[in-house]
């Protein structure tokens, strides 16, 4: 079966940083998503990788490895504002997005 | 302000009862989409549309039809409601259909059905 698995919850701390992992296993792969979801409201799209390697924009950065099945969101200099549950997306052989269950970021003064 | 209207926000639905959830889109997106999010699990797709005249079904498509008639509007309906498609129902687009291009989603209908 296909499957994504991000840790359930994360804990950090204003001004720091934290890494979001993302592992995934589907029949094939065309690209990875992170997108970000305040409560009660709707995603909202963050980043896309197709290549292996660093993908950065402005406090957010995403990385790839496809040989390992693996992602991460970094989100550096962390505001009470990125409190949110991060969402990661792969697309199968069928070009359809598998979501992660999501990855809810508790930001502390 | 372009974007993606749902309607409606909120409802709560008798079991057996009819339900049609809208969506419009004014970003002349080619691709739209219904999801289901529920606690604890990832979003899953009930049925796309890859342009106008066109539909798919996802990985949960019992119990629900769509149409799309025109660019801009995508329903989705619920044909005789049951207490588990109680959920929150996000409708979405995209430029093109696949997995290239990111989503934009609308903010979503919250369904209770009892």
């Known amino acids: ?109 | 302000i372009a974007g993606i209207t749902q309607a409606p926000t909120s409802q709560i639905l008798a079991a057996g009862r009819r339900m049609t959830l809208r969506c419009t889109q004014d970003m002349r997106h080619n691709a739209m989409y219904w999801y289901r999010q529920d606690l604890g699990l990832g979003l899953r797709l009930i049925h796309y549309s890859n342009t106008a005249g066109t539909t798919g079904k996802g990985e949960v498509p019992d119990g629900y039809s769509v149409s799309r008639a025109n660019t801009d509007d995508f329903p989705l309906t619920l044909a005789s409601a049951v207490p588990s498609q109680t959920s929150v129902y996000f409708c979405a687009s995209s430029d093109v259909g696949g997995t290239n291009s990111p989503l934009h989603f609308g903010n979503g209908t919250r369904l209770t059905v009892t």
């Open chain 1, 1 to 109: 079966g296909q499957n994504i698995d991000q840790p359930t919850e994360m804990t950090a701390t204003e001004g720091a940083i934290v890494q979001i992992n993302c592992t995934y296993q589907t029949s094939g792969f065309n690209g990875l998503f992170w997108y970000q979801q305040h409560a009660g409201e709707a995603p909202t799209f963050l980043s896309y990788n197709v290549l292996d390697g660093l993908e950065e924009k402005g406090r957010f950065s995403s990385f790839l490895s496809r040989s390992k099945g693996y992602s991460y969101l970094l989100l550096k200099e962390l505001q009470m504002k990125d409190s949110a549950s991060y969402l990661c997306a792969v697309g199968d052989s069928n070009y359809q997005l598998i979501w992660g269950a999501g990855t809810k970021l508790i930001i502390k003064p």
